[in-house]
Structure formats: structure tokens, C-alpha cells
T-cell receptor, first 115, second 113 residues
């Protein structure tokens, strides 16, 4: 089944303890992206990647890191999480056609709580 | 900076009562406008992509249209299972917006039996 898989689904952590949220897609998509969703603020893009070793900042990149060493994986790293990073996080991927971009497939989400 | 505004914020309909959701956008060169459906606690589910003004796409009770400044999602004879949050997003073409998707806040649709 074509899908984007995020892990974990739920995570409670303490301020300052480094964590990684994994994202993997099995569709050979070039584009991958991370979003956070907060009440009243909607979905905001954190980082995106157009291919292996190519990443760029979205609207809210502060406090996050990403890497794209393999086409299928795009982990999100919080080196020193803070309570304002408590949110619902989504990973998404797309075939990455330049002229006529195609819709993203989203993962099921990771609900992160930082205390 | 790309911007997307959706209206209304919330819409309550009776089953069978048709209506439209609006998505207004400003973007430096539109590569594509997307509509998604999101159920509570789940990831957005792709519905449509529109690329140029005048384009229309349909899927079951949903029809999406696009002009140079806005898009509409028309819902014909909705059913309770159409209840969800509907999200609009734009994919810009200019400068650093390449590869960047900007979402609106969404419209929460509730359809009562």
C-alpha cells in the first residue's frame, strides 16, 4: 500500500531532551515536507526537500533540523525541544513534478507534547 | 509572501443543502492550487489539484473551480459523511517559494442528517 509512515504517533518528552520523529514513504517520491498544525494557525511548513541532500526552510524552521540522506526517509530532529513546539506534526510526500505539481500524500501525524 | 484565506471558518448544513466554500489566494506565480479534506486526528487527504483559471474538477458530490484570485469548492446535496475540515493550499512558483506549499486555515463543515 502506498503510504507515508510517521513514528511515533504520540510522544511526551521533557524540555531539552533531543528527539527525532521519523518519516518514510514507499512511493519513490522526490518531494518531502514537514508541517506542524496548531489550533487557529492551521498547517505551517517547517522544512521541505526536493530530493536527496536538497532541503530548504519553510515558514517556521526555528528549532528544527532535517536531513535527506535517502530518498525514502526524511526525519525531523528537535535538538532541544521547548514547550512551544508542542503540536501535531505531519510528514508529506509528492512525486515532485515541477511544472504541474501533484498533490502531497500525508502521514497520520505525530502528536508531540513537550513539558 | 504567499497567502491563502478561506471562508467561512465554519459551515453547518442540513443533509441535501448545497453550498460553496471559498479560498482566496495571493501567490507569486501559481503552479497549483490544492484542496484537501481532513478528519479529526488524521492527516489531510488529497482531493483536487487545479492549475489554471477556468479549470474545474469533480469527485462525487464535490466540484472545485479556479479563477485568477480564488477557488470554490462546491458541495452538492451533502451527506453527514462529508463532515470534515476542508483545506486549500497553493504551490507558488516564484523565487524561494519553489517547492513550498502554503495552507489556508480551513473551513469546518458539519452536515446534519
Amino acid at each position: 500500500e502506498a503510504q507515508v509512515t510517521q513514528n511515533p504517533r504520540y510522544l511526551i518528552t521533557v524540555t531539552g531532551k533531543k528527539l527525532t520523529v521519523t518519516c518514510s514513504q514507499n512511493m519513490n517520491h522526490e518531494y518531502m515536507s514537514w508541517y506542524r498544525q496548531d489550533p487557529g494557525l492551521g498547517l505551517r511548513q517547517i522544512y521541505y526537500s526536493m530530493n536527496v541532500e536538497v532541503t530548504d526552510k519553510g515558514d517556521v524552521p526555528e528549532g528544527y533540523k532535517v536531513s535527506r540522506k535517502e530518498k525514502r526517509n526524511f526525519p525531523l530532529i528537535l535538538e532541544s525541544p521547548s514547550p512551544n513546539q508542542t503540536s501535531l506534526y505531519f510528514c508529506a510526500s509528492s512525486p515532485g513534478q515541477v511544472t504541474f505539481p501533484l498533490g502531497y500524500t500525508f502521514g497520520s501525524g505525530t502528536r508531540l507534547t513537550v513539558v | 509572501e504567499d497567502q491563502v484565506t478561506q471562508s467561512p471558518e465554519a459551515l453547518r448544513l442540513q443533509e441535501g443543502e448545497s453550498s460553496s466554500l471559498n479560498c482566496s489566494y495571493t501567490v507569486s506565480g501559481l503552479r497549483g492550487l490544492f484542496w484537501y479534506r481532513q478528519d479529526p486526528g488524521k492527516g489531510p487527504e488529497f482531493l483536487f489539484t487545479l492549475y489554471s483559471a477556468g479549470e474545474e474538477k469533480e469527485k462525487e458530490r464535490l466540484k472545485a473551480t479556479l479563477t485568477k484570485k480564488e477557488s470554490f469548492l462546491h458541495i452538492t446535496a451533502p451527506k453527514p459523511e462529508d463532515s470534515a475540515t476542508y483545506l486549500c493550499a497553493v504551490h507558488g512558483a516564484g523565487g524561494t517559494s519553489y517547492g513550498k506549499l502554503t495552507f489556508g486555515q480551513g473551513t469546518i463543515l458539519t452536515v446534519h442528517p
